[in-house]
């Protein structure tokens, strides 16, 4: 069994900074890309970033110059850098990653609330 486990969260005012965190756990499997999503109330889920398991990287046009995206695969972790916050950028924030292990999988963690507001 593989979970994803995101943190780093919060209220932040504008043109602030943030960083998530999302770590994989579990037993024998290993991982391919990684991305994060978010979803803003009464919107739908979007895609804001995605990592290769070799280091490439992709970013929506909303956010391109302000976030970025890496990874640690020592420690099965993908971070988002979020810089220059803005009040559009409020969402639950979910990251997402193919895995596999007996077979190959794309998991979903839980979730984190990033509001950006003064």
């Known amino acids: 069994q593989v979970q994803l486990v995101e943190s780093g969260g919060g209220l932040v005012q504008p043109g602030g900074s943030l960083r998530l965190s999302c770590a994989a756990s579990g037993s024998s499997f290993s991982i391919n890309a990684m991305r994060w999503y978010r979803q803003a109330p009464g919107k739908q889920r979007e895609l804001v970033a995605v990592?290769?398991?070799?280091?490439?990287?992709n970013y929506a046009d909303s956010v391109k110059g302000r976030f970025t995206i890496s990874r640690d695969n020592a420690k099965n972790t993908v971070y988002l850098q979020m810089n220059s916050l803005e009040p559009e950028d409020t969402a639950v924030y979910y990251c997402?990653?193919?895995?596999?292990?007996?077979?190959?999988?794309?998991?979903w963690g839980q979730g984190t609330q990033v509001t950006v507001s003064s």
């Open positions: 990592i290769s398991s070799g280091g490439s990287t």
């Open positions: 997402n990653a193919d895995i596999r292990t007996t077979v190959f999988l794309r998991y």
